[in-house]
């Protein structure tokens, strides 16, 4: 079976036979030095490159924990705000069906009518209470998505600096710390 050859450009060939003569003059000796030397300074020039990932991770994580900080402290306020909204609605629930049952007994009209109205009263207090802890509860939703999407980011983030702190222990381990 013939095997297909490969043409070398001009710059590979020299390339290729300076390489020969380097290593041809150098002898097995310097040839070793030369590329224990070549194999440090591109493991320097790795480790720099992880130094700075590490160091961009670091930032990157810092800002969404400054991030969760804001939007927990929005969340407890928004949390504050919808205790006395909740217990409005639950006293006006609460009134709503003493009304009903109140209502289901009285059998005259006049009284019936009049316990209607006080009834209706108490159910536009409960829908009142109701818009108003629909209104904050969709601001507090939005702040859960949003700490949900700034955790996924942040592990996202644990990732890569694991992956990226493996790597660096793998070239201090090979290498030597520089």
């Given at each position: 079976?013939?095997?297909?050859?490969?043409?070398?450009?001009?710059?590979?060939?020299?390339?290729?036979?300076?390489?020969e003569?380097?290593?041809?003059?150098?002898?097995?000796?310097?040839?070793?030095?030369?590329?224990?030397?070549?194999?440090?300074?591109?493991?320097?020039?790795?480790?720099?490159?992880?130094?700075?990932?590490?160091?961009?991770?670091?930032?990157?994580?810092?800002?969404?924990?400054?991030?969760?900080?804001?939007?927990?402290?929005?969340?407890?306020?928004?949390?504050?705000a919808?205790?006395?909204?909740?217990?409005?609605?639950r006293?006006?629930?609460?009134?709503?069906?003493?009304?009903?049952?109140?209502?289901?007994?009285?059998?005259?009209?006049?009284?019936k009518?009049?316990?209607?109205?006080?009834?209706?009263?108490?159910?536009?207090?409960?829908?009142?209470?109701?818009?108003?802890?629909?209104?904050?509860?969709?601001?507090?939703?939005?702040?859960?998505?949003?700490?949900?999407?700034?955790?996924?980011?942040?592990?996202?983030?644990?990732?890569?600096?694991?992956?990226?702190?493996?790597?660096?222990?793998?070239?201090?381990?090979?290498?030597?710390?520089?």
């Open positions: 079976m013939v095997e297909p050859t490969t043409i070398e450009t001009p710059e590979a060939l020299f390339e290729r036979k300076r390489q003569a380097r290593k041809a003059m150098e002898g097995p000796e310097w040839t070793e030095k030369r590329e224990r030397s070549e194999r440090e300074k591109e493991s320097q020039g790795e480790r720099a490159g992880l130094d700075r990932l590490m160091a961009d991770l670091t930032t990157q994580k810092e800002k969404l924990e400054l991030d969760w900080i804001a939007l927990d402290d929005q969340r407890k306020i928004i949390n504050q919808l205790m006395p909204i909740m217990e409005q609605e006293t006006a629930e609460t009134e709503e069906a003493r009304l009903e049952l109140e209502e289901a007994k009285t059998s005259l009209p006049q009284p009518q009049g316990i209607e109205k006080e009834r209706w009263t108490a159910q536009d207090k409960r829908h009142q209470a109701e818009q108003v802890k629909w209104g904050w509860q969709e601001k507090l939703f939005k702040i859960e998505q949003a700490i949900e999407n700034n955790t996924q980011k942040y592990r996202a983030l644990l990732d890569q600096e694991e992956t990226a702190q493996a790597k660096l222990n793998t070239l201090n381990a090979i290498g030597g710390s520089a």
